[in-house]
């Protein structure tokens, strides 16, 4: 079975610049979390879907970020503009609802190593 | 403070030695938590959750001390394959939000 799929691995670009991040989560998942990981500060939840609505976004840092779930199939995090203090591995994870019971298992993605220059 | 707070380590141990992690939480309405994994340069996997009664997976052992807010993890007859950052993650009553610390790294050589 396919996993959390993110694209691209792999980013460099200048600041200024649009970034979008793509993650198709593992089918029949029902929430999506997207996370920014960093040497310092380390994983932190930026924001998460249940069926496609935003829950909770107090984490995601600052209007330069934004998040859309159009499907159950598809996300998206952009940054625009991009600063160099964006950089970081940004990781997408699904998860199953299993009714009465919180907290299944997430599968991450292999996540996205974002550079901005 | 930190939500979820863990020594960074790294801890080098030998193949066939026992290692334990501590893990202290803030916030004493958490409820659920759990051990992830993460080997270098890839994404976090869930190792166990970790229940109140404590509980076992082959070489791994996880406690719950919920008096003193903190949670361990055992690792039994190390192999070098378990060479990896260890992260504690929690989550308070009735949110589907997990908070991750900054994990502990193990490396395990011959």
């Known amino acids: 079975d396919a996993g959390v799929i993110q694209s691209p691995r792999h980013e460099v670009t200048e600041m200024g610049q649009e970034v979008t991040l793509r993650c198709k989560p593992i089918?029949?998942?029902?929430?999506l979390f997207w996370y920014r990981q960093t040497m310092m500060r380390g994983l932190e939840l930026l924001i998460y879907f249940n069926n496609n609505v935003p829950i909770d976004d107090s984490g995601m840092p600052e209007d330069r970020f934004s998040a859309k779930m159009p499907n159950a199939s598809f996300s998206t995090l952009k940054i625009q503009p991009s600063e160099p203090r964006d950089s970081a591995v940004y990781f997408c994870?699904?998860?199953?609802?299993?009714?009465?019971?919180?907290?299944?298992?997430?599968?991450f993605g292999d996540g996205t190593r974002l550079s901005i220059l | 403070r930190k939500e979820v707070e863990q020594d960074p380590g790294p801890f080098n141990v030998p193949e066939g030695a026992t290692v334990a992690f501590n893990c202290t939480y803030s916030n004493s309405a958490s409820q659920s938590f759990f051990w992830y994994r993460q080997d270098c340069r890839k994404e976090p996997k869930l190792l166990m959750s970790?229940?109140?009664s404590g509980n076992e997976d082959g070489r791994f052992t996880a406690q719950l001390n919920r008096a003193s807010q903190y949670i361990s993890l055992l690792i039994r007859d190390s192999k070098l394959s378990d060479s990896a950052t260890y992260l504690c993650?929690?989550?308070?009553?009735?949110?589907?939000?997990?908070?991750f610390g900054t994990g502990t790294r193990l490396q395990v050589f011959p």
């Open positions: 089918s029949g998942h029902d929430y």
């Open positions: 994870a699904s998860s199953l609802v299993i009714s009465g019971v919180r907290n299944q298992p997430q599968h």
């Open positions: 993650v929690v989550s308070l009553y009735n949110t589907d939000k997990l908070i």
């Open positions: 970790v229940y109140s």
